[in-house]
C-alpha cells in the first residue's frame, strides 16, 4: 500500500519569505513523487515530479522540492512567496509510475499574507 | 497549451437517478483516469482507463459505476443510480503513457450534487 502524509492543514507565511510545505510518503518500493496545487474551483495543476537521480527537483513558478530517502520526506519549497502562491497544495505517490493510480495527501492550504 | 475539459462543470440530480460525466483527455495521452474529492476530504483515485479497458479501480469503483471511451475523444463515468454519498467533485486525468513515470493532467473538475 502507498499512502502519503502532509502534516500540516495550512502554512501561513508573510510575501517575500521562504515557505516549506512539508510531506512524508510510504512506499513499498521505490517511490515516484508529484506535487500539484489547486486553486479555487479549479483542477489540480501539475508543479513538479521527482522521479530518480538528484534530489533537488525544480518545477514550475519558482517551487522546488527536496527528496530524502532516509527521512521519505518530500518537502515543497520557494524561495520568497508570492500573495498569487495562495491555494491548495497536494502531494502525492505513485509507486509504479504515472501510469498507475496516484494517491494523495489531504492537502496544505497555503496562506500568503501581503 | 493542450487541457483536459470537463462537462457539465456542475451537475445536480436526485438521488436514484443516473448521471454521467463526460471528458476530453488531452489529445495524444493514452491512459485516462477518474478521481473523486469529497467536500473538504482528499482527493480519492477511482480508476484508471487503457487500451479500452480498465486497469486499474479501487474499491470505491463499485457496480454502480462505469467509464467508457466510446469515440477517439470522449471518456465518460457513469454512474447508475445516485446515491447522497455520491455528492462530490470529480476530476478526470489523463497521461502521455510512455514508459516510464508520466505526470497526470487534471481537468478542472464536475462537481455532482445528488438530492
Known amino acids: 500500500a502507498q499512502s502519503v502524509a502532509q502534516p500540516e492543514d495550512q502554512v501561513n507565511v508573510a510575501e517575500g519569505n521562504p515557505l516549506t510545505v512539508k510531506c512524508t510518503y510510504s512506499?513499498?518500493?521505490?517511490?515516484?513523487l508529484f506535487w500539484y496545487v489547486q486553486y479555487p474551483n479549479r483542477g489540480l495543476q501539475f508543479l513538479l515530479k521527482?522521479?530518480?537521480?538528484?534530489?533537488l527537483v525544480k518545477g514550475s513558478y519558482g517551487f522546488e522540492a527536496e527528496f530524502n530517502k532516509s527521512q521519505t520526506s518530500f518537502h515543497l519549497k520557494k524561495p520568497s512567496a508570492l500573495v498569487s502562491d495562495s491555494a491548495l497544495y497536494f502531494c502525492?505517490?505513485?509507486?509504479?509510475?504515472?501510469?498507475?493510480?496516484?494517491?494523495f495527501g489531504t492537502g496544505t492550504k497555503l496562506q500568503v499574507i501581503p | 497549451e493542450p487541457e483536459v475539459t470537463q462537462t457539465p462543470s456542475h451537475q445536480v440530480t436526485q438521488m436514484g437517478q443516473e448521471v454521467i460525466l463526460r471528458c476530453v483527455p488531452i489529445?495524444?495521452?493514452?491512459?485516462f483516469y477518474w478521481y473523486r474529492q469529497i467536500l473538504g476530504q482528499k482527493v480519492e483515485f477511482l480508476v484508471s482507463?487503457?487500451?479500452?479497458?480498465?486497469?486499474?479501480k479501487s474499491e470505491i469503483f463499485d457496480d454502480q459505476f462505469s467509464v467508457e471511451r466510446p469515440d477517439g475523444s470522449n471518456f465518460t463515468l457513469k454512474i447508475r443510480s445516485t446515491k447522497l454519498e455520491d455528492s462530490a467533485m470529480y476530476f478526470c486525468?489523463?497521461?502521455?503513457?510512455?514508459?516510464?513515470?508520466?505526470?497526470?493532467?487534471f481537468g478542472p473538475g464536475t462537481r455532482l450534487t445528488v438530492l
Open positions: 486525468a489523463s497521461s502521455v503513457g510512455l514508459a516510464g513515470p508520466n505526470e497526470q493532467f
Open positions: 512506499v513499498s518500493g521505490n517511490p515516484y
Open positions: 521527482y522521479i530518480t537521480g538528484d534530489n
Open positions: 502525492a505517490v505513485s509507486l509504479s509510475g504515472g501510469y498507475q493510480k496516484v494517491t
Open positions: 489529445s495524444n495521452h493514452l491512459y
Open positions: 482507463f487503457y487500451n479500452n479497458e480498465i486497469s486499474e
